[in-house]
């Protein structure tokens, strides 16, 4: 870009740190504005970049992936505005945008999508779309990120807090936040919300309901969109059926705001949800309760993110852990990772290999955990076609198995039941 | 005999071999504490170092959030949090201290003497305000900190220290809260700014309270004036105690104590200034799940 690197430069460390040996797990943006990358078997998170003066406008927000299918770049977005590219091969850092945000104003979420979309979503409800191109650039022989076609700027209303963007429909951005009610929006066509959530009838004593869309997640492959409220509600709106939510569900015993929330992937109603005081639990949108508590945080939880071929979740929150949990096995934490400054956002690495100290080797045998991280696919046929294939390996063991039969006792006849048995011959 | 003792069926020989058992317990100990005496003063500085007792303390379970100050992360976290500006020496402290509603005399003359502990410091009735509506106003004449005491049945139990202008506040529980009045042998206090001793806060959290703890007082402590106030952690009860040191010689010192004395344990400390229902905490105190090893602590 034009404008030269703000004074606050952020650097990469070494590469040697990022070598391809033992890819990092999980990915941390830091509220000192550290990048982390930890694994399950180290309990120490390497930072790589490195941060030198303290400004607060540094501070991670939100990061995601450049690229989804190579996962070789990643975008963080920083409080003040700026979004940084940081490749994980060769250890350089590409500036992307030094937009940096207007009075008070400051980065709420990033999205990116195709290897050009970047999505930037501010607190005051501006929300720009810019196409970048990565190129080597003639003069340095360094990577320039390049701004492609015109920026798509949006106005979301004041007081954003959430923006998710579609991936299946890819132009389409979804945005909310207090007294903002949820919007979904098309970039093709900025000018209007394709559509704007109704609020809620009034309640019992005829009260205007308040707005607070807290977080907002698509359910993948659908243009479905879950929303966490101020007001521990989760609510799931189906755009094509009605403008009002089609389920709400009220934690029972949690007023507290819904800070964070994951979808179960392959497991449609369930979703993992996060609050302020450090409640972790897993909710059934049709049996709209809590199905399970997980055990740890002891602040605010701020990200969660599901592996996408496991049945393990990362959470993490402002009291600096990041903690690991199956969703099967039990309450407890797999595993948790100090992480040294507040953590605002978490992206998990479908490179990672699971380590079996972490996750029980029972729930994942060798070969299937192999094959799904080798291939890195997360399609849903495909995944439908191996659990086929694992339901009929599943019967052929059965098959194996010998039918253990009970021998029948043979009783002494006694003189008293020698009738019936006569009669059981018969 | 412990062995043997239990198989005695008597219960009147039972209870005297147990009583000479006891003798001859008591009479080994007397003689290894004569023994080490001995060494001691025949070896000088050469006897071998004393045994150290076993403690829940010293059996602490080791936290993995242990502050480093040699950490370049931790000291670029403390340089940037909302406690920062006073260690620059930026602000100087002003606190406002008030009260839940309609407080009772033994919490009024609690706050009276905190007047007087905490210099800069002013005492308000709280006249029914809420705390969101008292936190803006207190900012706009350049308050730093906000201590509310709350109280139940006339006995202050609860505080809430909001730092301003924008968090974080911690809440506690107070217990056994002494005022001067009901101390012996008290000193006379002064108007020199004192020293303030924040003792055993070694974990990230502890580190954080600490802070805000010693962002109460002014920063150029009047030497002259030999007051000093102590907030000591132990066991993640916070003491507090308020004293006058004298030098007696080159190696005595004797104290006097000045002030009320209390006992804080942290409920909960949470970003922002106070706001229960929709604020962000950065720890909250949950029994069930964190007080499962009487050797875990937390500050």
């Given at each position: 870009?034009?404008?030269?690197?703000?004074?606050?430069?952020?650097?990469?460390?070494?590469?040697?740190?990022?070598?391809?040996?033992?890819?990092?797990?999980?990915?941390?943006?830091?509220?000192?504005?550290?990048?982390?990358?930890?694994?399950?078997?180290?309990?120490?998170?390497?930072?790589?970049?490195?941060?030198?003066?303290?400004?607060?406008?540094?501070?991670?927000?939100?990061?995601?992936?450049?690229?989804?299918?190579?996962?070789?770049?990643?975008?963080?977005?920083?409080?003040?505005?700026?979004?940084?590219?940081?490749?994980?091969?060769?250890?350089?850092?590409?500036?992307?945008?030094?937009?940096?945000?207007?009075?008070?104003?400051?980065?709420?979420?990033?999205?990116?999508?195709?290897?050009?979309?970047?999505?930037?979503?501010?607190?005051?409800?501006?929300?720009?779309?810019?196409?970048?191109?990565?190129?080597?650039?003639?003069?340095?022989?360094?990577?320039?990120?390049?701004?492609?076609?015109?920026?798509?700027?949006?106005?979301?209303?004041?007081?954003?807090?959430?923006?998710?963007?579609?991936?299946?429909?890819?132009?389409?951005?979804?945005?909310?936040?207090?007294?903002?009610?949820?919007?979904?929006?098309?970039?093709?066509?900025?000018?209007?919300?394709?559509?704007?959530?109704?609020?809620?009838?009034?309640?019992?004593?005829?009260?205007?309901?308040?707005?607070?869309v807290m977080t907002a997640e698509f359910v993948p492959h659908t243009s479905k969109i879950v929303s966490g409220t101020g007001y521990s509600q989760i609510r799931l709106y189906d755009p094509s059926a009605q403008r009002r939510p089609v389920i709400e569900v009220q934690l029972k015993g949690c007023k507290d705001p819904i800070t964070a929330l994951a979808l179960r992937p392959s497991f449609e109603n369930q979703l993992v949800v996060g609050t302020t005081t450090g409640t972790l639990a897993l909710v059934d949108l049709r049996k709209k309760d809590i199905i399970q508590h997980f055990k740890g945080p002891s602040g605010g939880v701020t990200d969660i993110k599901f592996h996408n071929s496991c049945p393990l979740f990362a959470a993490c929150g402002i009291d600096r852990y990041v903690r690991f949990y199956d969703v099967n096995l039990n309450k407890k934490q797999?595993?948790?990772?100090?992480?040294?400054?507040?953590?605002?956002?978490?992206?998990?690495?479908?490179?990672?290999?699971?380590?079996?100290?972490?996750?029980?080797?029972?729930?994942?045998?060798?070969?299937?955990?192999?094959?799904?991280?080798?291939?890195?696919?997360?399609?849903?046929?495909?995944?439908?076609?191996?659990?086929?294939?694992?339901?009929?390996?599943?019967?052929?063991?059965?098959?194996?198995?010998?039918?253990?039969?009970?021998?029948?006792?043979?009783?002494?006849?006694?003189?008293?039941?020698?009738?019936?048995?006569?009669?059981?011959?018969? | 005999?412990?062995?043997?003792?239990?198989?005695?069926?008597?219960?009147?020989?039972?209870?005297?071999?147990?009583?000479?058992?006891?003798?001859?317990?008591?009479?080994?100990?007397?003689?290894?504490?004569?023994?080490?005496?001995?060494?001691?003063?025949?070896?000088?500085?050469?006897?071998?170092?004393?045994?150290?007792?076993?403690?829940?303390?010293?059996?602490?379970?080791?936290?993995?959030?242990?502050?480093?100050?040699?950490?370049?992360?931790?000291?670029?976290?403390?340089?940037?949090?909302?406690?920062?500006?006073?260690?620059?020496?930026?602000?100087?402290?002003?606190?406002?201290?008030?009260?839940?509603?309609?407080?009772?005399?033994?919490?009024?003359?609690?706050?009276?003497?905190?007047?007087?502990?905490?210099?800069?410091?002013?005492?308000?009735?709280?006249?029914?305000?809420?705390?969101?509506?008292?936190?803006?106003?207190?900012?706009?004449?350049?308050?730093?900190?906000?201590?509310?005491?709350?109280?139940?049945?006339?006995?202050?139990?609860?505080?809430?220290?909001?730092?301003?202008?924008?968090?974080?506040?911690?809440?506690?529980?107070?217990?056994?809260?002494?005022?001067?009045?009901?101390?012996?042998?008290?000193?006379?206090?002064?108007?020199?700014?004192?020293?303030?001793?924040?003792?055993?806060?070694?974990?990230?959290?502890?580190?954080?309270?600490?802070?805000?703890?010693?962002?109460?007082?002014?920063?150029?402590?009047?030497?002259?004036?030999?007051?000093?106030?102590?907030?000591?952690?132990?066991?993640?009860?916070?003491?507090?105690?308020?004293?006058?040191?004298?030098?007696?010689?080159?190696?005595?010192?004797?104290?006097?104590?000045?002030?009320?004395?209390?006992?804080?344990?942290?409920?909960?400390?949470?970003?922002?200034?106070?706001?229960?229902?929709?604020?962000?905490?950065?720890?909250?105190?949950?029994?069930?799940?964190?007080?499962?090893?009487?050797?875990?602590?937390?500050?």
């Amino acid at each position: 870009m034009a404008t030269p690197m703000p004074s606050i430069a952020l650097k990469m460390n070494a590469p040697t740190n990022l070598s391809s040996e033992q890819p990092y797990a999980v990915f941390a943006g830091t509220n000192t504005g550290f990048l982390k990358g930890c694994s399950f078997s180290n309990k120490s998170p390497v930072n790589i970049n490195s941060v030198e003066v303290p400004v607060k406008g540094n501070e991670i927000v939100d990061i995601c992936w450049w690229d989804n299918e190579k996962e070789s770049f990643i975008l963080a977005g920083h409080k003040d505005g700026r979004v940084l590219n940081y490749s994980l091969d060769d250890g350089t850092v590409i500036n992307v945008s030094t937009k940096l945000t207007e009075d008070k104003s400051f980065l709420r979420s990033i999205r990116s999508y195709g290897n050009s979309l970047v999505v930037t979503a501010f607190s005051n409800g501006k929300v720009d779309c810019n196409n970048y191109a990565l190129s080597k650039s003639s003069q340095s022989g360094n990577m320039v990120m390049d701004q492609r076609a015109t920026a798509v700027a949006l106005n979301a209303g004041q007081d954003l807090f959430c923006m998710d963007h579609n991936i299946s429909l890819g132009s389409q951005i979804a945005t909310g936040g207090k007294e903002n009610p949820l919007k979904i929006w098309d970039i093709t066509s900025p000018e209007q919300p394709i559509f704007t959530a109704k609020n809620m009838p009034n309640d019992w004593l005829n009260l205007r309901v308040p707005i607070w869309v807290m977080t907002a997640e698509f359910v993948p492959h659908t243009s479905k969109i879950v929303s966490g409220t101020g007001y521990s509600q989760i609510r799931l709106y189906d755009p094509s059926a009605q403008r009002r939510p089609v389920i709400e569900v009220q934690l029972k015993g949690c007023k507290d705001p819904i800070t964070a929330l994951a979808l179960r992937p392959s497991f449609e109603n369930q979703l993992v949800v996060g609050t302020t005081t450090g409640t972790l639990a897993l909710v059934d949108l049709r049996k709209k309760d809590i199905i399970q508590h997980f055990k740890g945080p002891s602040g605010g939880v701020t990200d969660i993110k599901f592996h996408n071929s496991c049945p393990l979740f990362a959470a993490c929150g402002i009291d600096r852990y990041v903690r690991f949990y199956d969703v099967n096995l039990n309450k407890k934490q797999l595993h948790s990772i100090y992480m040294q400054s507040q953590v605002n956002c978490l992206l998990f690495s479908s490179k990672s290999l699971l380590d079996e100290n972490v996750v029980g080797p029972q729930w994942y045998p060798k070969s299937k955990t192999a094959d799904l991280t080798s291939e890195n696919s997360s399609n849903l046929s495909d995944q439908s076609e191996k659990q086929n294939t694992e339901d009929d390996n599943d019967e052929s063991v059965w098959n194996t198995f010998k039918v253990i039969q009970t021998k029948k006792r043979k009783k002494q006849p006694k003189s008293s039941s020698t009738g019936k048995s006569k009669i059981k011959k018969v | 005999m412990s062995l043997i003792m239990p198989q005695i069926k008597n219960k009147q020989r039972r209870g005297e071999v147990y009583k000479q058992y006891l003798k001859e317990k008591r009479k080994a100990k007397l003689e290894e504490k004569k023994k080490r005496r001995k060494e001691e003063k025949e070896m000088g500085a050469k006897a071998p170092p004393k045994k150290k007792p076993k403690t829940i303390e010293s059996m602490r379970v080791p936290d993995e959030t242990m502050v480093d100050p040699t950490n370049l992360e931790t000291q670029l976290d403390l340089e940037q949090d909302e406690m920062a500006p006073y260690f620059r020496q930026e602000t100087t402290p002003k606190v406002l201290i008030t009260t839940s509603d309609r407080p009772k005399k033994k919490t009024n003359s609690f706050c009276k003497e905190l007047k007087k502990v905490i210099p800069n410091s002013f005492v308000k009735y709280r006249r029914g305000l809420d705390l969101k509506k008292i936190i803006p106003q207190a900012i706009e004449r350049d308050f730093t900190d906000l201590i509310v005491i709350n109280e139940d049945a006339g006995e202050p139990n609860g505080l809430v220290l909001c730092h301003l202008p924008d968090g974080p506040t911690a809440e506690f529980k107070m217990m056994n809260a002494k005022l001067c009045k009901e101390l012996k042998r008290l000193g006379e206090m002064t108007e020199h700014f004192p020293e303030v001793n924040i003792h055993n806060f070694n974990t990230r959290l502890g580190v954080t309270i600490g802070r805000m703890l010693s962002c109460l007082f002014p920063h150029r402590p009047n030497y002259q004036g030999r007051r000093v106030v102590t907030f000591h952690n132990q066991r993640d009860y916070i003491f507090f105690r308020h004293h006058r040191y004298q030098f007696r010689n080159t190696e005595k010192v004797s104290l006097q104590e000045l002030g009320p004395r209390f006992l804080l344990r942290l409920r909960s400390l949470q970003k922002g200034t106070f706001d229960s229902k929709s604020g962000m905490y950065l720890w909250i105190h949950k029994r069930h799940e964190m007080d499962t090893s009487r050797r875990k602590f937390h500050l």
